[in-house]
């Protein structure tokens, strides 16, 4: 157990820590995520969230203030905004180790649980990017193993102080992200108490986690309704029941069936060896309290962001761990029974399918089709990682099927997805990361924006625009987007929105004393060159352009 817990603690630094600062910052949402605490901290504001200057009411503040204080900490990179989602997922695959070790009948269980959270592909991505997924997942995380700690514990001291702890872990979420801190509790527990029969209990245990999380929560949520009367309006109805529910207004609307191909490809690696745990978990496992409790924490949350209009990849995070708990249950009791030939017959088809890849890469980087080439002409380096990171995955997989201890099969299983992704961090092909990468243009032109110069931008590169010059006062260009609710409220920033009459009027005006600068998508720029004046400066690169008027 001991050398498994340090082995997965080096691997996690190796593939969640060391690779955050490689890749550069992508658009919207890590610049988003990073400008707005920039802005807090310029501001000295940290009770109103705002972006370019803007009010933004999206979402509440928490995950803005761990951000701040991480840039404070580790200064204003990409490194410093991405740590908290990759500490996020640690210390949830703590909290999974501690709940599987402590009530797990199968003690194997309790080191295979956290493993198998850690080498979900979804929980990886999600964790080497800002978003504020992981955070919120680690709070509920934390909410639901408290409830667990609780409804198991004899001593009344210790469930009150489990309860109590359960409410500051709501509470935090809920400042994360809304009120997804209260629905996805109550959509694990209340089917989980049905289920074994504790009926009272639906009456007696919400009330210490509701006044505790109210507590937690109550200081900044009068604040913000003191200084912006319109917030929980905004917040509850167009950010919550309209995305929730009403497909033409909410946003992101999908199919019914959307996360099932992303929890497959989301949790691959164990997806595939359903045919070894999961009739084990039915035939042994479901008359464990543990067991039930994990499955309602997956099931009711996953039907129910099914069923919502508005769905986005990382949405199905909090279930994750209760899938880990499930399958590690499932496949430790399929091993001590003394059975492995389902996992090896799995563990061939993913590694084939791992090798396919790697050659389907070396093909592509022959191949004269251009509809057949991931990487350009000049990436060798990034395709032979790639290849190289595919065909040791396979490797390992296979490797694994030999071990004759079912622990040390764990270990190169989890080790080949483990060591592919870290290898994925150098393998991502240039076409894909720059159409969402407009760093390297911003900051290559840095020196041209001076004080007294004019920004304008719009869509998604102008969270971009103000991170890299550091500026919150950028004009937007026709495309709105998500500053639509800060343009028509804050009415101490007029003049904020351009139309292309206004912007041509304004480089006429200040022609020869302050530069205007327009940063753009290459296509938006091109559909609005013919309405502007020659610049005196231009760089691009294939997807953004950069103008000096």
């Not at 400008?35 to 504001?45: A, N, V």
């Not at 009411?57 to 580790?74: C, M």
């Not at 091993?335 to 790697?358: D, K, N, P, Q, Y």
């Not at 390992?396 to 079912?406: G, N, P």
Request: proline share 6%.
């Amino acid at each position: 157990m001991k050398r498994v817990s340090i082995a997965l603690f080096v691997l996690f630094v190796f593939v969640y820590i060391l690779p955050l600062g490689f890749r550069p910052l992508t658009i919207p949402d890590e610049t988003r995520y990073g400008e707005i605490p920039r802005e807090m901290l310029t501001s000295g504001d940290w009770v109103v969230p705002r972006l370019n200057g803007l009010k933004y009411f999206e979402k509440p503040v928490f995950g803005y203030w761990v951000n701040a204080v991480s840039i404070l900490t580790l200064g204003e990179n990409a490194f410093a905004l991405r740590i908290a989602s990759a500490l996020s997922v640690l210390i949830s695959a703590l909290m999974i180790f501690l709940l599987a070790r402590r009530f797990s009948p199968r003690r194997p269980a309790s080191a295979l649980a956290p493993a198998i959270f850690l080498t979900c592909p979804l929980v990886l991505a999600v964790g080497q990017i800002s978003l504020l997924d992981s955070l919120l997942s680690m709070l509920l995380t934390g909410a639901l193993v408290c409830f667990f700690f609780a409804h198991m514990a004899e001593n009344t001291r210790r469930k009150v102080l489990f309860l109590a702890l359960m409410g500051v872990f709501c509470g935090l979420a809920f400042l994360t992200k809304g009120f997804l801190a209260l629905a996805v509790p109550m959509l694990a527990i209340v089917p989980f108490l049905i289920w074994e029969g504790r009926y009272k209990d639906l009456f007696r245990i919400p009330w210490i986690p509701i006044m505790t999380a109210f507590a937690v929560a109550l200081p900044w949520s009068l604040m913000i309704h003191f200084r912006e009367g319109d917030f929980w309006n905004y917040f509850f109805w167009t950010e919550h029941m309209a995305r929730f529910l009403d497909p033409v207004r909410g946003q992101h609307p999908k199919s019914l069936w959307y996360f099932l191909p992303i929890l497959a490809g989301g949790a691959l690696p164990w997806v595939i060896q359903s045919p070894a745990a999961i009739p084990t978990v039915l035939k042994f496992e479901m008359k464990k309290p543990l067991m039930r409790f994990a499955m309602c924490w997956f099931l009711f949350p996953f039907l129910f962001f099914s069923v919502c209009s508005g769905k986005l990849i990382p949405y199905i995070l909090p279930c994750f761990p209760a899938f880990a708990i499930v399958f590690a249950m499932g496949l430790a009791s399929y091993f001590e029974a003394g059975r492995s030939r389902a996992f090896s017959v799995a563990a061939w088809v993913l590694a084939v399918f791992a090798g396919l890849g790697g050659l389907f890469l070396l093909i592509s980087g022959l191949s004269d089709y251009e509809a057949m080439r991931i990487y350009d002409t000049d990436e060798v380096g990034k395709l032979l990682v790639g290849a190289l990171g595919a065909f040791l995955w396979a490797f390992l997989v296979i490797w694994s099927t030999r071990m004759k201890d079912y622990r040390k099969r764990w270990v190169f299983y989890c080790a080949g997805t483990l060591a592919f992704f870290f290898m994925a961090n150098f393998a991502v092909p240039g076409r894909a990361m720059d159409r969402r990468t407009p760093g390297w243009l911003l900051e290559r032109n840095l020196s041209r924006v001076t004080p007294d110069a004019m920004l304008v931008s719009n869509d998604n590169v102008l969270r971009a625009v103000c991170w890299f010059f550091k500026r919150d006062d950028v004009k937007v260009l026709e495309k709105v987007g998500e500053f639509t609710y800060g343009l028509k409220h804050d009415h101490n920033k007029p003049g904020k929105f351009l139309t292309v009459e206004a912007l041509k009027d304004m480089i006429r005006e200040n022609a020869g004393k302050h530069p205007v600068i327009l940063v753009l998508i290459k296509d938006h720029y091109e559909s609005y060159r013919d309405q502007l004046p020659v610049p005196v400066f231009t760089d691009t690169d294939d997807h953004f352009v950069l103008a000096v008027y």
